[in-house]
């Protein structure tokens, strides 16, 4: 286990290094304007775009300008290039907002996966499940943009069941206020997720029911519904229950961004999307970065999770 | 030989696919006294299996029918409730699976897997259960038992695992055991270990024991009665001495001349029976056997009905009992399938009819089938 | 980000033309009331409105800084205007009348020697910072060092101080301007310039120069902006979240005449960047103030359900086609004038959701030197396009399928009204294909000789309301490698006199005509394509009295005289 | 309705392993490709959207005739201040405030206009044509490499296989969106020459080429898994001792048993790539104008949702049903050929 860790964290310093190294080049080998120009604004003289240029390293090699980068990163001082604000802070802003949607999203899916893939896999083949099955596929193939702006539109701005967007802090507004904010956020980056886990866990459910140790659980004279859960449901949770933690790691690392958009939740997804529109590599390489890290860390999770789980898979 | 507490009357089942209904079994009549040890032999794909399942209802489903009846001490199988098959399955019944390796919940520890049965029919203490898990595990010769009983099934080897599976069968000390295909999985060393476990545990126990396999080899030692069963038919049912000293089915013969036996020669080909077990979509009319039968003739196309033709056990074959004696020797007084001469005459017919889908036979298997019948025809006569 | 036209900096640049300018545009910036606008100036509505309570308010972004050195945006002139004040400030009144310059801190408007180069001015005395610092004349000084120091866009404004560029290059923070002399005991400030720059008043009027204490740090002080003198203080500043606005009271006890000492109490402002919820909030009287327009989708509703509480506004900015007359086709003037003849100002008009006056002139109508170029050479602007004659000037100019870029940004309406030019162009014959690229890179991209842009969407806002401001957008000495905003590379030696003449014109009553003149045959000889000017809206709540919300020319609704019902 | 669950699905469902067993095999002389293809010919749902997914490329292809015959325009005119006549009434295209036109129902501004004046319905023709091209392009892109990385790391292993397994573990970590927006505003600003391949910015080659690079990892990790366990196969020791040189072995002895697990795999890529196409049009880094695509059609219909919901809606629903139709057509592809494989794709 502490050689499985220690070798875990090894890979994720060498993952990250190039991750780092990937987003870095893709910023400052493709041309895409000079950033000390950018900075400098639009009255600036030459001295001025020199000095800065200067101040902020660009007069550098590729990778000393790289070190530099990762050195304030490091050391928390990395500021953005366009507002000078201090990315770390934003970024610590923007965390709770993007975990309260992130976690919140993760437990509505996996709940509302579990149960219709559940239903899904008991009614195989009847009416109820294959209009499970065709609402599930729906979800899968509507982009979540899309389904977030109509919900917003038709819940929140035409019906007012909702409000139009907009995160309410706990502190402001109460627990209440901020559970009503995130309701719609909610489902609309959960719909994807609860087709994709229903019909998996639906699958595995009918793969599971097959097996012959559920068989010989039956066999037993058990309760159906002990048969289901402590054996059927047991195993089929499994994969689902790894697949979660990596999913989770996507979207909090970044498959939030169209999500917090739409409903102007100003989590960190919405703080890259809006840097990189207006190509102020720190916070993106930031929150690159900051997503890489929770995709391994939780890559690494799972594994151990799975672990335990399933005591046939050793840490290897 | 006690009152019966199992008997299965014409017993059908059959199962709608998305290609046809499956007539999986096809009317069968079976009677278990207690502590009686009954081994129903046959291929896979002759319904012994499914057979076994149905009694505890393990394959019921909507697509699934079951015609005739099978009473369990009175209880009527089949139409049970699934309340009142709960109550029989595990504590009356109780079921053996072919494959220990998969049979077992692989994230569950072994020990709560047994004491899940236990706890389904008995209300017992925790302290109990442990205690009955640890003493069955002991008793199929788990070593360490205590301890292992903490163990998952992957850390089992597959003999281990099948014990583990009897000493579940066991836990509740039903009256019926029903053991499919217990042995098939395992290594030949461990067969007999687990055959002679088997066997000893029914002398403790007098519990009666459904015994379904493929392998005439292993029952030989611990069946009272055989049930010899083809496509989805029982074809001959006898004692173990009639079956082996006097089998009336051809199909039986070839099952005799498949065993594996230490006195053969090594390297000496083991008999099979040519050809592939019928299609259960669309059973052949007459003899489900007969295309497979080197001793075919008219009289198949029409079914032989399981009756005694002499031989004082009942059988499915026209064949006369003298035919029958006389055609199955095939070598120094070996019972098989075909006598020697007939295979040498028509090799070329068996490599046909191997190769021809069941019940489209190609033409030169039915010259082939036809030489056959004409030459049973005129031995007849 | 709504950044603010750099105009200002021409405008200083007048006598000064050693000096090259810089300036660019996003899109709609600081702006200035030009149309008929119904509210009065400060006492207006004291007979309905109260004195306190909280406004509440949406921008659509943060402003940039919150911090009076660094801050170039409009977000940030609207919220600091009434925290920091300048030894100069502007009237607080709508119209041309809120160009004016008044004394903000200083007693008097500075007194200029005879060469111009030497400017003394000398602070109220009694003046005490929000947390109770005495100001010192001193300050000043520090408050410029910490513009230059801090590189921001606004040092330029500064540099001709005597000894700025120095200051700036040696990097250090404590070092010396020697242009700038104070007196902390009398209060005097002198200020020494290098060469002669007419309207160097106008920056020591702007943000930049609004008075911070001397001991604030020479760092980016957003999260914890420094005192200054004013109406209000800032008591929250969370960047990208919003930022808190307090009355002072003390400030009524200087007695500065024309600066308002403010109504309300508190002043509270979210960053939130879905701008329908804006509207629905500001509708639904959830929020009293909107820095930026409804989206055009809304405004039909928010004309039907805010009635009395909104109203557009016709800002002094133009927006037009910039045609690189380096690059073919362009460098005919038959197809520059075809493109002229052909784009329809109604349906710029449309993309603009209506919030767009069509014009032919380049001048907004606003400013000194419009004169209405009637007949438009290119057909009324209000009317159908003469498409024929700019098919037939293609031909003739033997320009028929050519290759052209157009060049616009992602942000709106840039993008759609460059997919119209392009599609616009290529019915006239022209091969065109629109280009959009990020907003951020958008004017660095096309202000590079490098990039030969053939054409594209350009537009200006003011900051000051002269028409120097614009016209140095055409003017052949404005032309630069990079950093261009000569886009199309404008240099007629006519039009580049006229302009030189009027600029170098200290009465701006006389030099008018000349502009006017130079307007005229830039749209004449079809320089660019302007096709109008932007309008942007007065939007509050039911709870402000409507009177007390004017649209100021540099800052826009001013918060001092805001007032609630 | 839609059954996508597969015939052997059910088939087990009902069936003893034993008699599963009976079926699996198979009547002599019938190849797996042919029962797959029978299973499939039997999963009516499946193959309905299967015609619907071809219907629609069939559409999108024929959308200069709709354009010329139907509609007399192109996706890129502009009709900002002109009327048209609709049963008689004459109507602005666009309203002065700037709304677009909705549905008029006619040949012309079918499904009505934009805030360009320009018609919807056409627009949306033509960027199906582009999303679909996009989405297939990128699929083909991904297939190929993901093939290529995965049989040289799986079948070479040693340092080779290590490369590219920690390049996969990079991409692995690195968020599809994320890589993509960054490449995708990165490279529309100027555009990019790697070698022979050059991508003039706005091309939409951009966007192809980014989808069909990030989705490799997701195919490529289970192909070379599957190349692992193939290697070990007698019939690839045979070919060895037979002396077939290792690309030979790749080409005739292992790409044939990668098929299925590439046919499975294409519907559904198909579909996950055309979504990333919409995620980053939308997002401003995909299709640039004029060239329409759905994705940037919804992000531009966004704006004018309170008064021109039409925009928004068109694009979605066509957007849906493409995705919808491979999604449910990929269900049954695979269910008819490895009812076992497990996919998952992010977007």
């Known amino acids: 286990m502490a050689r499985f860790v220690v070798r875990r964290l090894v890979g994720m310093v060498l993952v990250l290094f190039a991750v780092s190294v990937l987003t870095f080049l893709i910023f400052n080998v493709i041309p895409n304007g000079d950033p000390a120009v950018r900075m400098a604004g639009k009255n600036s003289t030459p001295a001025q775009i020199e000095q800065i240029r200067k101040e902020w390293h660009f007069d550098e090699s590729l990778p000393q300008q790289y070190l530099f980068m990762m050195k304030q990163i490091f050391t928390g001082k990395l500021v953005s290039y366009s507002d000078q604000t201090n990315v770390w802070e934003q970024i610590r802003m923007g965390l709770p907002r993007t975990f309260a949607l992130g976690i919140g999203a993760a437990i509505l899916w996996m709940t509302l996966g579990i149960l219709l893939g559940l239903y899904s896999a008991v009614k195989a083949g009847r009416i109820s499940d294959r209009v499970l099955t065709v609402l599930a596929l729906i979800g899968i193939s509507m982009p979540v943009f899309w389904v977030g702006a109509l919900m917003n539109y038709y819940l929140g701005y035409k019906l007012e069941w909702f409000p139009n967007g907009g995160y309410v802090e706990i502190s402001e507004g109460g627990i209440g206020e901020w559970l009503y904010h995130l309701i719609l956020p909610w489902t609309a980056l959960a719909i994807l997720f609860i087709g994709v886990y229903s019909r998996i866990l639906r699958s595995n459910i009918l793969d599971t029911i097959n097996d012959d140790y559920v068989r010989t659980a039956r066999a037993k004279g058990i309760s159906e519904r002990r048969v289901m859960t402590r054996h059927v449901l047991r195993n089929s949770l499994i994969p689902i229950v790894t697949l979660w933690g990596l999913d989770f790691g996507l979207v909090i690392a970044g498959g939030a961004v169209l999500t917090e958009s739409v409903f102007d939740l100003q989590g960190v997804g919405q703080y890259f999307a809006e840097a990189i529109g207006r190509l102020d590599v720190p916070p993106v390489m930031a929150v690159t970065l900051l997503g890489a890290v929770f995709i391994v860390v939780l890559n690494t999770v799972v594994d151990i999770v799975y672990a335990v789980l399933d005591p046939r898979i050793r840490l290897g | 030989m006690s009152e019966p507490i199992l008997e299965i009357d014409h017993l059908q089942v059959e199962f709608r696919t998305d290609e046809g209904v499956v007539h999986a079994v096809d009317d069968v009549s079976l009677t278990l006294a207690a502590g009686e040890v009954l081994a129903i032999v046959g291929e896979s794909g002759s319904g012994k299996t499914v057979t076994a399942m149905s009694l505890l209802g393990l394959n019921r489903s909507p697509n699934a029918t079951f015609r005739g009846s099978a009473r ?46 236990i706890l389904a029919h008995e209300k017992l203490t925790k ?33 281990m695992r099948q014990r583990v599976m009897i000493a579940l069968a066991l836990s509740c000390s039903p009256s019926v055991l029903i053991a499919d295909e217990p042995t098939t999985a395992l290594d030949v060393t461990i067969q007999a270990q687990i055959l002679e476990r088997l066997k000893e545990l029914k002398d403790e126990t007098g519990t009666a024991i459904i015994l379904v396999t493929h392998d005439l080899g292993v029952v030989a030692d611990i069946a009272d009665r055989i049930a010899v069963m083809y496509g989805g038919r029982i074809v001959e049912e006898g004692t173990v001495d009639e079956i082996f000293y006097d089998p009336q089915h051809p199909y039986t013969w070839g099952l005799l001349g498949s065993i594996t036996r230490v006195d053969r020669d090594r390297g000496e080909r083991l008999p099979s029976i040519a050809g592939l077990p019928p299609s259960l979509l669309a059973p052949p009319e007459g003899c489900h056997f007969r295309a497979r039968c080197p001793h075919e ?16 056990h009942p059988d499915r074959c026209w064949l006369t009992v003298e035919q029958k004696r006389a055609r199955r020797v095939v070598d120094d007084g070996e019972i098989g399938l075909a006598a020697k001469v007939a295979v040498e005459a028509s090799p070329e017919g068996l490599v046909d009819r191997r190769e021809t889908p069941p019940g489209a036979p190609s033409r030169v298997a039915g010259d082939a089938g036809a030489a056959e019948d004409a030459r049973v025809a005129e031995e007849d006569r | 980000m709504r950044t603010i036209r750099r105009a200002l900096l021409a405008l200083l640049l007048v006598a000064a033309s050693a000096f090259v300018v810089a300036c660019g545009d996003d899109d709609d910036g600081g702006a200035t009331t030009a149309g008929g606008s119904t509210s009065a100036a400060t006492d207006a509505a004291t007979e309905t409105g109260q004195t306190g309570g909280t406004l509440t308010g949406y921008y659509t972004s943060s402003p940039d800084y919150m911090d009076p050195a660094l801050t170039y945006t409009v977000e940030g002139w609207n919220a600091q205007w009434v925290v920091y004040t300048p030894l100069l400030t502007y009237r607080h009144t709508e119209g041309a009348e809120g160009a004016e310059l008044i004394p903000g801190l200083a007693e008097d408007l500075p007194e200029i020697s005879e060469d111009g180069l030497t400017y003394k001015l000398k602070l109220r005395d009694g003046l005490k910072f929000s947390d109770g610092t005495p100001v010192k004349a001193s300050d000043f000084e520090h408050t410029i060092k910490r513009v230059l120091n801090l590189e921001s866009g606004g040092s330029a404004f500064y540099l001709p101080i005597v000894g700025a560029e120095e200051y700036l290059k040696a990097g250090k923070p404590k070092g010396d301007i020697e242009g700038i002399e104070t007196d902390d005991e009398t209060g005097e400030i002198t200020i020494r310039l290098k060469e002669r720059v007419g309207s160097f008043d106008y920056a020591l009027a702007m943000n930049f120069a609004g008075l911070v204490p001397s001991d604030t740090p020479f760092r980016n002080m957003t999260r914890n902006p420094p005192p200054g003198v004013g109406p209000y203080k800032i008591t929250r500043s969370v960047p990208n979240r919003g930022f808190t606005l307090e009355k002072v009271p003390e400030f009524a006890d200087y007695g500065i005449d024309g600066v308002p000492t403010g109504h309300l109490d508190t002043i509270d402002i979210t960053i939130v960047k879905n701008q329908q919820r804006q509207t629905d909030d500001v509708i639904n009287n959830k929020v009293d103030y909107l820095i930026d327009p409804p989206p055009a989708d809304r405004l039909r509703e928010v004309q039907d359900k805010a009635k009395g509480r909104f109203e557009p506004y016709v800002t002094n900015s133009t927006y037009y086609v910039f045609m690189n007359t380096r690059e073919k086709p362009f460098d005919d003037e038959r197809v520059r004038q075809a493109v002229n003849y052909a784009i329809d100002k109604r349906a710029m008009q449309r993309i603009f959701g209506g919030l767009l006056a069509p014009s032919c002139n380049f001048l907004p109508p606003g400013m000194k030197g419009y004169e209405k170029i009637e007949p438009c050479p290119y057909g009324d602007p209000t009317a159908e396009p003469d498409v024929e004659k700019a098919r037939q000037l293609i031909q003739e100019a033997g320009a028929e399928g050519a290759s052209v870029t157009v060049w616009g940004n992602d942000e709106d309406p840039s993008k759609p009204v460059t997919e119209y030019v392009a599609d616009v162009m290529s019915q006239i014959g022209l091969n065109a294909k629109p280009r959009i690229v990020e907003a951020s890179v958008y004017f660095q991209t096309i202000g590079n000789q490098k990039t030969k842009a053939q054409a594209g969407f350009a537009n200006w806002f003011q900051d000051f309301p002269h028409p120097a401001n614009f016209m140095f957008l055409i003017n052949g000495a404005s032309i630069q490698e990079t950093n261009n905003q000569n886009f199309g590379n404008v240099d007629d030696p006519e039009i580049n006199d006229l302009i030189d003449g009027a600029d170098a014109n200290p009465d701006l009553d006389e030099a008018a005509p000349d502009y006017a003149k130079a307007d005229r045959l830039a749209v004449e000889r079809a320089y660019v394509a302007p096709y109008g000017n932007r309008q942007l809206t007065k939007l509050v709540s039911d709870r402000v009295v409507w009177d007390s919300v004017i649209a100021h020319p540099v800052y826009e609704v001013d918060f001092s005289l805001l007032q609630l019902k | 309705m839609a059954s996508t669950d597969s015939a052997a699905t059910d088939f087990s469902d009902d069936l003893p392993a034993e008699l599963a067993a009976e079926e699996r095999r198979a009547p002599a002389g019938t190849g797996p490709w042919r029962i797959a293809l029978r299973r499939l010919r039997r999963n009516k749902v499946a193959l309905a959207f299967g015609v619907l997914f071809l219907a629609l490329v069939a559409v999108s292809l024929a959308a200069p005739i709709w354009a010329e015959e ?41 499904l009505g206009a934009d805030r360009n004046g320009r018609d919807v319905m056409v627009r949306l023709l033509y960027g199906g044509r582009n999303s679909l091209l ?132 294409f519907p559904l890529i198909v579909a996950n790539a055309i979504l990333l196409e919409a995620a980053l049009s939308f997002l401003g880094a995909g299709v640039q104008p004029p060239e329409p695509s759905w994705g940037l059609m919804i992000s531009e219909g966004i704006e004018f949702l309170t008064s021109a919901p039409h925009l928004t809606i068109a694009p979605g629903i066509m957007l849906v049903l493409t995705v919808l139709a491979l999604n449910i057509f990929g269900e049954g592809v695979r269910d008819a050929l490895d009812p076992r494989a497990k996919i998952r794709l992010e977007h």
């Open chain 2, 72 to 117: 369990y001490r009175g209880t009527q199988l089949l139409t049970a409730s699934e309340d009142e098959l709960r109550a029989i399955r595990g504590a009356e019944m109780a079921m053996i699976f072919q494959d220990p390796m998969t049979s077992l919940n692989p994230v569950q520890r072994i020990g709560d897997q047994i004491a899940e049965q």
């Open chain 2, 297 to 312: 003739f008219e009289r198949c196309g029409q079914g032989p009905p399981l009756e005694d033709r002499g031989a004082g």
């Open chain 2, 127 to 159: 302290a109990e259960v442990r205690d009955r898990v640890v003493e069955l595990m002991d008793r199929v010769g788990i070593p360490r038992a205590a301890e292992r009983a903490r163990a998952y099934p992957h850390e089992f080897s597959g003999g």
């Open chain 4, 70 to 110: 139907v509609a007399h325009t192109t996706p890129y005119q502009n009709r900002i201040a002109d009327t048209i006549t609709i049963d008689g009434e004459e109507r602005n295209i666009v309203e002065f405030d700037g709304v677009p036109i909705g549905p008029t129902w006619h040949g012309e501004y079918f």
């Open chain 4, 134 to 265: 996009i989405g297939i392009g990128a699929s083909i892109i991904t297939m190929v490499l993901a093939t290529l990385l995965g049989l040289l790391s799986g079948y070479f292993g040693g340092w080779l296989d290590w490369v590219i397994s920690r390049c996969f573990d990079v991409m692995w970590a690195f968020p599809v969106i994320l890589l993509g927006v960054a490449l995708g505003v990165s490279l529309n600003i100027s555009g990019i020459t790697i070698g022979p391949l050059e991508l003039e910015s706005g091309s939409l080659w951009i966007p192809t080429v980014i989808i069909g690079i990030a989705y490799v990892v997701y195919l490529a990790r289970p192909i070379r898994g599957q190349v692992l366990a193939l290697r070990e196969k007698e019939f690839v020791e045979a070919a060895r001792a037979q002396g077939m040189g290792p690309w030979r072995i790749m080409l005739t002895e292992l790409l044939p048993n990668l098929a299925s697990t590439l046919l499975v795999f």
